[in-house]
C-alpha cells in the first residue's frame, strides 16, 4: 500500500492521467485527514474552487489542494513528534499514565479524523494549518469554556456519532466534534444541560 508520499508524487506526476491523480489526492486522505475522509475533500474542493465529483479537475487545482493537506500534515506531525518525545521523557521519570487530552490524541495518531465533521459540507473556514494551529494551541492551554477552533460556545451533545468517540459536543458553527478534554467541567455540564432540554421539550 502506498504511504502519503508516493501518493503524493503520484499526484504532481504531470504524465499520469487527470483522473488518475484526482483519485491519488483522495487515498492522501485515507492517511491524513483532520476532518473526516468526506469532510476533509469538502473542505479541499471549497478552497481550490473543484467540483467535488469532477473527475477531470484542473491539474493546478489539485496542486494547490495537495499542497496545503501537505503543510497541515507537516504541522501535525511534528506536533506528534513533540508528543512521542515528551512522553518518552515522562515515563522516563514514572509518569506512566497519560493525560486526558494526550488519551485522545493516541485515537487520532496519524493525522485521521482529528476533529471529524458530522456534516461532510459543515466544516472550519479557513486553511487546514491554521486551523490545527488553534487546536494544538488549545491542546497546550488547557481546557476552555468554546469550541477550541471557532471560538463560539454554541456546542450540542450528541449521542449518535459515528466514530470515536461515539458521544460528545458538536460545534454548531464549525461543525466539528469537539474533544471532551479541551472543555471545562462547566462548558461540558452546560453542555449536556441543554441536550436534556431540548430533549424533554421536544415530547412534550
Same mark, same amino acid.
Given at each position: 500500500?502506498?504511504?502519503?508520499?508516493?501518493?503524493?508524487?503520484?499526484?504532481?506526476?504531470?504524465?499520469?492521467?487527470?483522473?488518475?491523480?484526482?483519485? #491519488?489526492?483522495?487515498?492522501?486522505?485515507?492517511?491524513?485527514?483532520?476532518?473526516?475522509?468526506?469532510?476533509?475533500?469538502?473542505?479541499?474542493?471549497?478552497?481550490?474552487?473543484?467540483?467535488?465529483?469532477?473527475?477531470?479537475?484542473?491539474?493546478?487545482?489539485?496542486?494547490?489542494?495537495?499542497?496545503?493537506?501537505?503543510?497541515? +500534515?507537516?504541522?501535525?506531525?511534528?506536533?506528534?513528534?513533540?508528543?512521542?518525545?515528551?512522553?518518552?521523557?515522562?515515563?522516563? @521519570?514514572?509518569?506512566?499514565?497519560?493525560?486526558?487530552?494526550?488519551?485522545?490524541?493516541?485515537?487520532?495518531?496519524?493525522?485521521?479524523?482529528?476533529?471529524?465533521?458530522?456534516?461532510?459540507?459543515?466544516?472550519?473556514?479557513?486553511?487546514?494549518?491554521?486551523?490545527?494551529?488553534?487546536?494544538?494551541?488549545?491542546?497546550?492551554?488547557?481546557?476552555?469554556? #468554546?469550541?477550541?477552533?471557532?471560538?463560539?460556545?454554541?456546542?450540542?451533545?450528541?449521542?449518535?456519532?459515528? +466514530?470515536?468517540? #461515539?458521544?460528545?459536543?458538536?460545534?454548531?458553527?464549525?461543525? @466539528?466534534?469537539? *474533544?471532551? *478534554?479541551?472543555?471545562?467541567?462547566?462548558?461540558?455540564?452546560?453542555?449536556?444541560?441543554?441536550?436534556?432540554?431540548? #430533549?424533554?421539550?421536544?415530547?412534550?
Amino acid at each position: 500500500m502506498a504511504g502519503f508520499r508516493a501518493l503524493a508524487r503520484e499526484v504532481r506526476n504531470p504524465h499520469r492521467h487527470i483522473t488518475a491523480r484526482r483519485t #491519488s489526492l483522495r487515498k492522501c486522505l485515507e492517511r491524513f485527514a483532520p476532518y473526516g475522509h468526506r469532510a476533509t475533500w469538502h473542505h479541499l474542493c471549497t478552497r481550490t474552487g473543484i467540483v467535488p465529483e469532477d473527475r477531470e479537475p484542473e491539474p493546478l487545482r489539485l496542486i494547490t489542494a495537495l499542497e496545503e493537506l501537505e503543510e497541515a +500534515r507537516t504541522l501535525w506531525l511534528a506536533y506528534e513528534a513533540d508528543f512521542a518525545a515528551r512522553r518518552r521523557e515522562e515515563k522516563h @521519570i514514572g509518569i506512566r499514565r497519560p493525560s486526558a487530552v494526550d488519551d485522545w490524541h493516541l485515537h487520532t495518531w496519524g493525522g485521521c479524523d482529528i476533529m471529524p465533521c458530522e456534516s461532510p459540507s459543515t466544516h472550519p473556514e479557513g486553511p487546514l494549518p491554521d486551523v490545527l494551529r488553534r487546536l494544538i494551541s488549545a491542546m497546550q492551554s488547557g481546557p476552555g469554556s #468554546s469550541c477550541p477552533v471557532c471560538g463560539q460556545e454554541r456546542l450540542a451533545w450528541r449521542e449518535d456519532l459515528d +466514530r470515536y468517540p #461515539s458521544a460528545g459536543p458538536v460545534c454548531g458553527d464549525c461543525g @466539528i466534534a469537539v *474533544p471532551v *478534554p479541551l472543555l471545562t467541567t462547566e462548558a461540558l455540564s452546560a453542555t449536556r444541560r441543554a441536550r436534556c432540554e431540548s #430533549s424533554r421539550y421536544a415530547t412534550v
